[in-house]
C-alpha cells in the first residue's frame, strides 16, 4: 500500500469497511476523522454537519465588509452598480425593469436576460440603497460554500471537505467578482454549486431541477444548464444497473438504509432510490439509473438551449429599442472592441489561473469540467479583450465547477494504476487550500486586515456633501463617480447619453481633469441649455440648470 492508499482509501475498500463489523472508532477519534466518506451507514465526528454552514458564514461576513467598505469609501469600479440597481429599483415598486444608465426609459430585459434579480426587489423596497444589492451578493457568494464544501467533505472527508471549502471561498474568482460591485452571476454560484455537488452526491434529481433556473440568471447560462445536463446522462449511464430484489424481499441486494446521521439530503437519496423500486414495476429487472434518469437529463440539456436561444433569438430583441442584441458585434466582430481574437498567450495565461492554483489540472480528470466550457467558450471567442483575461468578475461561475471536479477527479484518481497521480491527488485539496491562502495576501481580501479600509476618509465626505446638493426626486446626468450616491434617490441618466431629456444637474467626477471647463461641457452636452455650478469639492463637480 502506498501513501495515497493510506490516506485515501480505494473503493473496495471502503466497500469492505462499511459492510465488516470491526470495531468503530469512537466519535472525534482519529479513525473516525479518517474514515472515509461515501454511499452507506457512516461515522461523522461531532460538529462536522455544522462545518460548510460555520465556514459560508464566516466568508459572508468577510465578503460583506469588503463590499460595504469599498461602497463607504466610494469605490465603485463601473457604471454596473448602478444599473442593477435602477432595474431592482423598478421591479420593487412592482413597474418594468428600466435602467435609465443604458438610455432614458431603457429596459434592462433588452439587454441582458436576468429577471432572477428581481427576487432582490422586496428587500430593497425595504431598504432602499445599493448596500441591499452587496448584501445579497455576499450572502449568495457565502451560500455556495455550503454546497462545495459539503459535497468536498461527502466524498473526500471532513478535513478535506474543509480545505476545498476554504480554497474555493478564497478563490480569486471569487474574490475578484465580489470586489467588482453587484452583477446577477451572484445567483448562478449556489445554482452551480449545488447542482454540482448533487452529482457528486448522485442525486440526479436535485442536480437536475438545481440547474433549471440557471436559464433565469443570463442569456448565454441555459447552456450551462444543458451542459450540466449532459453531465448527468454521462454519469448515470455510468452507474450499474441495481440487482435483482432476493427472493422474498422487497429491499435489492445490497442495498442500505438511510443513515440517520445525515441530514435532509440523504433522506432525499433514499426517497429517490425507493421511487427507483417502484419504477421496476412491469420491467424485466430493477431500472438502472441511465434508464431512470437519461431521459430527463437530456431534456434538461434540450431545455437549456432552448431557452439561451429563446433568449438571445426573442426576449432580449423584444425588449430592445433597436430590435437586437447588442452583444452579438463582440463575437462576431463586426465593430467589436478589438479586431482580432484573443492570442494564444492571452488564452495559455487565462485558462492556467483557471486551473492552475485551484486544481493543480486535476479538474481536467473530471466530467464536471465540461459545465465551464460554454462560459469559456463564449468568452475565448469575443472580440472584447474584457472578457478575456482573469479581471473583473468574469471567472466566478468558473470556480464552483472547477472546485468540485476537484473533488470528483480526486476521487476518481484514487483507482489509478499510477502511484504518483493517486499520491497528488491525495495532496491537492490541501495544496489548493494553500494557493488559495498565500493568493489572498495579493487579492482584495487583503484589504481587511488594514485598519483605513473601515474609514471614510475627509475626501469622500466632502465628495458626499457635494453630492448632497442634488434634491431627492430630481434628475440628473453622470458618470461613474457619483452613480452609487444618487441612483437610490433621483433619476441618474449616463453622461452623453439624454436623447430627448434635458436632466436638472449634472454632477462628473472631474478628478483627473477630463473636462476643462465644465459650464462649457454642459452647454455642449446640451445646445441652447446653460449650467450653473453650485458646489465643487474634490474633483467632483455639480452643474444646476438655469
Known amino acids: 500500500m502506498d501513501r495515497a492508499e493510506a490516506v485515501i482509501p480505494a473503493q473496495g475498500s471502503r466497500a469492505a469497511?462499511?459492510?465488516?463489523?470491526?470495531?468503530?472508532?469512537?466519535?472525534?477519534?482519529?479513525?473516525?476523522?479518517?474514515?472515509?466518506?461515501?454511499?452507506?451507514?457512516?461515522?461523522?465526528?461531532?460538529?462536522?454537519?455544522?462545518?460548510?454552514?460555520?465556514?459560508?458564514?464566516?466568508?459572508?461576513?468577510?465578503?460583506?465588509?469588503?463590499?460595504?467598505?469599498?461602497?463607504?469609501?466610494?469605490?465603485?469600479?463601473?457604471?454596473?452598480?448602478?444599473?442593477?440597481?435602477?432595474?431592482?429599483?423598478s421591479y420593487a415598486h412592482l413597474h418594468a425593469p428600466t435602467a435609465d444608465l443604458k438610455g432614458p426609459g431603457f429596459n434592462i430585459l433588452g439587454d441582458h436576460f436576468s429577471p432572477i434579480t428581481a427576487l432582490i426587489a422586496p428587500f430593497y423596497r425595504i431598504f432602499p440603497t445599493p448596500v441591499t444589492l452587496l448584501v445579497a451578493q455576499a450572502l449568495l457568494f457565502a451560500l455556495s460554500v455550503v454546497p462545495v464544501t459539503r459535497g468536498a467533505a461527502y466524498v473526500l472527508g471532513r478535513g478535506r471537505g474543509l480545505a476545498i471549502g476554504t480554497a474555493y471561498a478564497l478563490s480569486w474568482g471569487v474574490q475578484k467578482a465580489v470586489q467588482f460591485d453587484f452583477h446577477e452571476i451572484a445567483f448562478a454560484m449556489p445554482l452551480l454549486a449545488f447542482s454540482l455537488e448533487a452529482?457528486?452526491?448522485?442525486?440526479?434529481?436535485?442536480?437536475?431541477?438545481?440547474?433549471?433556473?440557471?436559464?433565469?440568471?443570463?442569456?448565454?447560462?441555459?447552456?450551462?444548464?444543458?451542459?450540466?445536463g449532459v453531465i448527468v446522462w454521462w454519469r448515470t449511464r455510468q452507474e450499474p444497473a441495481p440487482e435483482a430484489p432476493a427472493a422474498g424481499s422487497g429491499t435489492p441486494a445490497g442495498a442500505h438504509a438511510p443513515d440517520t446521521a445525515e441530514d435532509g439530503a440523504e433522506s432525499a437519496e433514499g426517497a429517490e432510490t425507493a421511487e427507483g423500486a417502484s419504477d421496476t414495476a412491469g420491467h424485466d429487472g430493477p431500472m438502472s439509473d441511465g434508464e431512470r434518469y437519461g431521459p430527463w437529463a437530456i431534456g434538461l440539456a434540450a431545455f437549456g438551449v432552448a431557452a439561451s436561444a429563446l433568449a438571445f433569438g426573442v426576449i432580449i430583441p423584444a425588449f430592445n429599442k433597436a430590435g437586437g442584441y447588442d452583444y452579438w458585434n463582440k463575437l462576431n466582430g463586426h465593430g467589436a472592441p478589438m479586431p482580432g481574437h484573443i492570442p494564444f498567450g492571452t488564452a495559455f495565461h487565462t485558462l492556467l489561473w483557471i486551473l492552475l492554483p485551484t486544481s493543480g489540472l486535476l479538474a481536467l480528470r473530471s466530467p464536471l469540467f465540461l459545465a465551464a466550457l460554454p462560459t469559456l467558450g463564449w468568452r475565448f471567442i469575443s472580440h472584447d479583450d474584457h472578457y478575456w483575461g482573469t479581471d473583473w468578475h468574469y471567472s466566478a461561475v468558473l470556480m464552483p465547477v472547477i472546485f468540485l471536479a476537484l473533488v470528483d477527479a480526486a476521487d476518481r484518481s484514487r483507482h489509478s494504476r499510477m502511484p504518483w497521480l493517486r499520491s497528488f491527488a491525495s495532496g491537492a485539496p490541501a495544496a489548493a487550500?494553500?494557493?488559495?491562502?498565500?493568493?489572498?495576501?495579493?487579492?482584495?481580501?487583503?484589504?481587511?486586515?488594514?485598519?483605513d479600509t473601515y474609514k471614510v476618509d475627509a475626501r469622500t465626505k466632502a465628495v458626499e456633501k457635494v453630492l448632497d446638493q442634488i434634491p431627492d426626486g430630481a434628475t440628473v446626468e453622470a458618470n461613474v463617480g457619483p452613480i452609487s450616491r444618487l441612483v437610490h434617490r433621483t433619476t441618474v441618466y449616463w453622461i452623453g447619453d439624454t436623447p430627448g431629456v434635458v436632466p436638472q444637474y449634472i454632477a462628473i467626477d472631474n478628478t483627473n481633469?477630463?473636462?476643462?471647463?465644465?459650464?462649457?461641457?454642459?452647454?455642449?452636452?446640451?445646445?441652447?441649455?446653460?449650467?450653473?455650478?453650485?458646489?465643487?469639492?474634490?474633483?467632483?463637480?455639480?452643474?444646476r440648470r438655469n
Not at 487550500?433 to 485598519?451: D, E, K, N, S, V
Open 199 to 228: 452529482v457528486l452526491r448522485k442525486r440526479w434529481v436535485a442536480a437536475m431541477w438545481w440547474a433549471v433556473p440557471l436559464a433565469l440568471v443570463k442569456e448565454d447560462m441555459g447552456v450551462t444548464a444543458a451542459a450540466i
Open 433 to 451: 487550500a494553500g494557493a488559495a491562502l498565500a493568493l489572498t495576501l495579493t487579492l482584495p481580501l487583503a484589504a481587511l486586515q488594514h485598519g
Open 513 to 543: 481633469g477630463w473636462v476643462p471647463d465644465p459650464a462649457v461641457y454642459a452647454t455642449q452636452l446640451h445646445p441652447g441649455v446653460t449650467y450653473t455650478e453650485i458646489a465643487n469639492a474634490e474633483g467632483y463637480v455639480v452643474m
Open 17 to 89: 469497511a462499511q459492510g465488516a463489523s470491526a470495531p468503530v472508532p469512537a466519535p472525534g477519534s482519529a479513525g473516525a476523522e479518517q474514515a472515509p466518506a461515501g454511499p452507506g451507514p457512516r461515522l461523522r465526528p461531532p460538529g462536522a454537519r455544522l462545518d460548510p454552514y460555520l465556514l459560508a458564514a464566516v466568508f459572508f461576513v468577510a465578503y460583506l465588509l469588503l463590499s460595504v467598505t469599498r461602497y463607504r469609501q466610494m469605490l465603485t469600479m463601473s457604471w454596473d452598480l448602478g444599473i442593477f440597481e435602477q432595474a431592482i429599483k
